[in-house]
């Protein structure tokens, strides 16, 4: 399976400023998705990053909390924008190469804001 | 509307042990279902998968076991090993939704 790379892999961030996590994978994939996940918790669906055209939202997340750019087929980011402490979680970025292959996911990033 | 219901919510066994995890599912749409384990700081890696034109997959000592007609599916792991202590999740998915919808999570110790 393609290994994909997280960047940061922690931050702590001030209430009111925005972050950009920035996921590279190793082969280019078709899927592209951002997870939220609370400590302890299940996984949360943000969003599915799309190559060439806007990201598709899940109910309870919009584009200007959470921007997201797909530029080509191995990287993305995710922006978790005017943070308050309640954006403190954990983000991931998974992959997978086609819509009926495995999904892998990145080790993540743990966001706190302060 | 809960999808996916994930149980036991935690599990504690001795080693040698063969813990169970159970996932129930109400979409009849999907079509392949896997068990994620994470381990605390990682992100979730696919473990075992399972189609439903079989009822039973076995890679190692993981098995899944598939009840298509009750739209369940279980985790069971043979000869438990501290090392296996983790949080595993259910995520099934199909139809035209390649999403994959995931329980709770089943947070497993194994005791030496």
């Known amino acids: 399976s393609a290994v994909i790379s997280q960047k940061p892999s922690r931050d702590i961030c001030q209430r009111g400023t925005s972050l950009t996590i920035q996921c590279q994978v190793d082969s280019q994939v078709t899927m592209m998705f951002w997870y939220r996940q609370q400590p302890g918790q299940s996984l949360t669906l943000i969003a599915t990053a799309n190559q060439g055209s806007e990201a598709t939202y899940e109910s309870g997340f919009v584009i200007d909390k959470f921007p997201i750019s797909r530029p080509n087929l191995t990287f993305s980011t995710l922006t978790v924008s005017n943070m308050s402490p309640e954006d403190s979680s954990i983000y991931l970025c998974?992959?997978?190469?086609?819509?009926?292959?495995?999904?892998?996911f990145g080790q993540g990033t743990r966001l706190t804001v302060v | 509307q809960q999808q996916v219901k994930q149980s036991p919510q935690s599990l504690i066994v001795q080693k040698g042990g063969i813990p169970i995890i159970n996932c129930a599912y109400e979409?009849?749409?999907?079509?392949?279902f896997p068990w994620y384990q994470q381990f605390p700081g990682k992100g979730p890696a696919l473990l075992i998968a399972i189609r439903p034109d079989v009822s039973e997959k076995k890679e190692g000592r993981f098995t899944i076991s598939f009840n298509k007609s009750a739209k369940q599916f279980s985790l069971h792991i043979m000869d438990s090993q501290p090392g296996d202590s983790a949080t595993y999740f259910c995520?099934?998915?199909?139809?035209?939704?390649?999403?994959?919808?995931f329980g709770k999570g089943t947070l497993l110790t194994v005791n030496p």
């Open positions: 979409n009849t749409a999907f079509d392949y």
């Open positions: 995520a099934p998915r199909g139809g035209s939704n390649y999403k994959l919808t």
């Open positions: 998974s992959a997978a190469e086609g819509m009926n292959t495995e999904a892998f």
